[in-house]
């Protein structure tokens, strides 16, 4: 694949998490009390209780869909490698903490294309002493990956009383 299909691979990857985000959004802010409790096998009394903690995380999902569409807007490499980033380390600890769903909807993907937008955007792979090379960023962000996963059982384990009923 050339540098530019690199790119707009990456950019696909880009639309296609905006679009999942901004659904997800629509999906905790709007329609939490008739589809959470099916969707997520919840009680009702459940679902009512945590309304507000959904939308406020729904709203969480919204602003990354829109720091992504700005990075597409801007071609702003740096920027989408940000926003992909937070998806990635956060869908990581929705996937430990939550539901294994996440790895296929977040973290998955926003792997996919930090790859391609890295790749994409910061070719040059001889000049291993500049702090943008492709190989670098990436083991930073699994790296970051790695903490965000200890950090998730830790707080699954210590914090989370995953064993009671309500």
């Known amino acids: 694949m050339t540098v530019r299909g690199l790119e707009i691979t990456g950019d696909v990857f880009c639309g296609i998490l905006a679009a999942i985000h901004i659904y997800i ?8 009390r ?4 099916k969707g997520f096998n919840l ?11 959904a939308a406020n995380q729904g709203f969480y999902n919204l602003l ?11 071609q702003a490499p740096l920027t989408k490698i940000f926003f992909l980033s937070a998806i990635f380390t956060a869908g990581l600890f929705g ?14 993907p926003s792997f996919l ?18 702090w943008r090379h492709p190989l670098w960023t ?7 990956g790695l903490i965000t996963m200890a950090l ?3 707080i699954k384990k210590k914090l989370l009383n995953t064993n009671q009923q309500v």
Do not use: C, H, K
């Not at 959004?25 to 939490?32: K, M, P, Q």
């Not at 990354?64 to 801007?74: D, M, N």
């Open 113 to 130: 294309a930090l790859i391609f937008v890295n790749f994409g955007y910061f070719p040059n792979l001889n000049n291993w002493s500049n």
């Open 152 to 154: 998730a059982f830790l």
């Open 34 to 37: 008739s589809r959470a409790a």
């Open 138 to 144: 990436l083991m930073i962000i699994v790296g970051a």
């Open 95 to 108: 996937f430990i903490t939550a539901s294994v769903r996440i790895l296929f909807v977040q973290v998955i």
């Open 25 to 32: 959004f629509v999906l905790e802010t709007f329609l939490w």
């Open 43 to 53: 009680s009702q009394t459940v679902v009512d209780y945590s309304a507000g903690l």
């Open 64 to 74: 990354l869909a829109v720091g992504l569409i700005w990075s597409l807007a801007e």
